[in-house]
Nanobody
Framework: QVQLVESGGGLVQSGGSLRLSCAASGSRFSINTMGWYRQAPGMQRELVATITSGGSTNYGDSVKGRFTISRDNAKNTVYLEMNSLKPEDTAVYYC?????????WGQGTQVTVSS
């Protein structure tokens, strides 16, 4: 079975930075797209950023210019560099990987930005 292991979440002050990582293991097939989504209390899960195996990226409007997604295909690992963090970025961040027609999710990691 495929497992996604996340790290890097935590508490940070407004204006600070964090770097999240997510490593996928156990897949028999290539991972097409990896990405990050987030969900705040009482809100729907929303797109943060995605990246294809070829390096094409997409970002949610609220994080453009502040967050950067990257991946290491050899390690099946995706990263999210978060800069100029705001209290509005506080949420549970979920790693996602698309393998063939399936979508896998990590357990989520809490990011809290203090004001």
């Amino acid at each position: 079975q495929v497992q996604l292991v996340e790290s890097g979440g935590g508490l940070v002050q407004s204006g600070g930075s964090l770097r999240l990582s997510c490593a996928a293991s156990g897949s028999r097939f290539s991972i097409n797209t990896m990405g990050w989504y987030r969900q705040a209390p009482g809100m729907q899960r929303e797109l943060v950023a995605t990246i294809t195996s070829g390096g094409s990226t997409n970002y949610g409007d609220s994080v453009k210019g502040r967050f950067t997604i990257s991946r290491d295909n050899a390690k099946n690992t995706v990263y999210l560099e978060m800069n100029s963090l705001k209290p509005e970025d506080t949420a549970v961040y979920y790693c996602n990987a698309r393998i063939l027609t399936m979508s896998k999710w990590g357990q989520g990691t809490q990011v809290t930005v203090s004001s």
